[in-house]
């Protein structure tokens, strides 16, 4: 985003985006054939009560799958939007270009995590195994990256990409 900001201006940056957001909302809606089930208010009102909501969230399995969730995108929403830029510039001695660079293979690697790991979760057949899996694996990406400072570009995207799939 900080080069595109940078060749286009804010405005015009956002102004595009919007418009891409929207085409592809119109796209969603018209490969959408299906209907959306209408219930009757009563059938929702007579299923759903505050004990089981409240049974539901503190089921452990989705504790520890909404937790472990929110530090892996809070990893990607700390470092990948706010410090990993300054990081690459101050440790790596990148200039702000390749730092931008480096950082959008975060997002990259989301692209292809959320596929790849369900392949992954599928053939398993345990996704507290994924879970556990891809948050230890993210802590060796965050090692590497705090410890091994005089890594090359190319080894720094590839880092910064993995840690996006791991995100995922």
Known sequence: MK??????????TFIVLALVCFA???LMLSVNSEEIPHYEEENISEN????????LLLNPTILIIGISGGLMVGAL?????????PFFEQNYGMSITDSAMVTSCIYIGMCFGGP???????????????IILTGL????IFVILLYLQNSSFLFSSFLMF???IFCC
């Open 3 to 12: 080069i595109l900001f940078n060749l286009f201006g804010y405005s015009n």
């Open 24 to 26: 592809i909302a119109i």
């Open 48 to 55: 759903l009560s505050f004990s089981k909501i409240f049974k």
């Open 77 to 85: 929403e700390g470092f990948g939007d706010v410090w990993a830029i």
């Open 116 to 130: 790849v790991l369900a392949i992954i979760s599928d053939f398993f057949r345990s996704p507290n195994f994924m």
């Open 137 to 140: 694996l993210m802590i060796i």
């Open 162 to 164: 993995l840690l996006g």
